[in-house]
Every structure is written in C-alpha cells, then in structure tokens.
C-alpha cells in the first residue's frame, strides 16, 4: 500500500463542550486552531495510535480532517469519549483541496511541513492535479494511516514531534502519560528513517542485517523509501528480499 494521497472525509463538531473535549482527547493543543491548521492524533491509554488528522477552526464549530478509511470508527470513539458533554459530531459534504503554489485566501499551511503546501475544504471536489503527493511525503518522510501509522506505532517513534503532531505542555491526554515518558526518559531505538533502495521490493517487506531482523520497508518513490528500522542493526547495508537498502545513519 503506498504512502498515498489518500481519500479523505472532514468532520464537524460542534456545541459548546467541542474544544475542551477535544484538549482532553488529542495529542496536540486545540488552541492552537486560532492561527491555523493543526495536526494531531488520538491514541489508546496505552500510547498507540488510533488515528490522525486534522483541525481547523470554522465559526464556532471545529472542522476535523480525516483518511476516509479511518472516520467510522473514529465516530464511534468519540461519541463512546463525549458521554453528557455537548458536542455534535456530524459528517460534512466538504472536499478537501490541496496544492503547492501559494496558498489561496481559504488555505491553510500544512502544519507538517512547508514542503508540503496548502489545504483547504469546499463545497467542490477538486480537479484531479498532477502533483506526485506519494514522491513528496516520501521525501519528506511522512507517515500514512495504514502504512506507517498502524495500531502498534508509537506516535514519537513515526515523528510526530518533527511534525509538529504532539504538544508536551498542553497538560493531560488519552496515551499522554507514555507519550511524555518516551520524550524524557527514553532514547529511541526505533523509528522511522529514509533509506535508498535498489532492486525490487514489496512495501511490508523485512529488512534483514547480517541476517538479523532490522525493519520493515514502507513507503516508497523511485529509490527512496520510509523504513521502520531498529537503528542499532541498521548500520550495515540490509537486505529486503533481492534488494539492498542502506540508511545513512541520521534520525
């Protein structure tokens, strides 16, 4: 499954409980919706991931940008998180629009990365565009549901804080006890890394090191990929089926 410019649904919610709610939920600080786009996940009290998206202020009301694989389900654990609080949570007919020229009057900066341009939503699906979003996020080594963000993915270890996805001062939240623990107490061992490819090989494949298991080869453009990789085996040139894949060392 490549690391792809995937369907999306945006939801809204709404009612007067809507922000406070959400600060409880997610990784990142709901304030921050004033200035901008914001990215964030929602994770189990273990610190795994459940879902990622993002947010955005309209009105009153918050609109909520997510891969249209992962909606359903993250409406029923909303709805199961809200209890008596007064939020709405509704589907919209809103299309997301993306480019990388300058941003229109309604786009907002992806707040991932600058090399990753604008977003906005309308009532109007968007004319196919001719931008290689895979070979982009690839480069810019980002994490797509389904592929490097799965239910076993430690946000920290898919770079969310380089992604501007987590807050560490924005007080508690679902999985934010482990996700605090990671920052401070913890060296990675483990993450996400770009590596060169050459030769055929299948996204999920193992990548082996001195015949040791190193990682999984994720998404990929032409000769570069995303690995999920154990950095203390990934040092010596690896192997992924027929294929060689190295990694230069830099997290």
Excluded at 40 to 51: R, V
Excluded at 67 to 91: C, F, G, H, N
Excluded at 108 to 120: H, T
Excluded at 131 to 160: H, R, S, Y
Aim: charged share 25%.
């Amino acid at each position: 499954m490549p690391n792809s410019d995937s369907p999306r649904r945006i939801l809204r919610l709404s009612g007067k409980d809507t922000r406070d709610f959400l600060q409880g939920l997610i990784t990142n600080d709901i304030a921050k919706i004033d200035h901008g786009l914001v990215y964030a996940a929602l994770l189990t009290p273990q610190g795994k991931y459940i879902a990622d998206f993002f947010l955005c202020a309209d009105g009153d009301d918050v609109l909520l940008d997510a891969d249209a694989a992962q909606t359903d389900a993250l409406i029923q654990r909303l709805s199961m998180y809200k209890l008596r609080a007064d939020v709405q949570i509704a589907q919209t007919d809103l299309h997301l629009h993306r480019g990388l020229d300058a941003a229109p009057q309604d786009g907002m900066i992806d707040p991932r990365s600058e090399n990753l341009g604008w977003r906005a939503y309308r009532t109007e699906p968007q004319d196919v565009a001719s931008i290689d979003w895979n070979k982009i996020q690839v480069e810019n080594m980002i994490p797509a549901c389904g592929v490097e963000l799965t239910p076993d993915t430690f946000i920290l270890e898919a770079g969310f804080e380089r992604l501007n996805g987590v807050d560490f001062r924005k007080g508690c939240y679902v999985g934010q006890e482990v996700t605090a623990r990671m920052k401070h107490k913890t060296e990675l061992r483990k993450g996400l890394a770009l590596v060169t490819v050459n030769g055929p090989a299948e996204t999920g494949s193992d990548l082996l090191a001195d015949g040791k298991a190193a990682g999984t080869l994720l998404s990929r453009s032409g000769d570069t990929a995303i690995a999920y990789l154990r950095f203390d085996r990934a040092t010596a040139p690896m192997r992924a089926g027929e294929a060689t894949v190295v990694w230069d060392g830099q997290k």
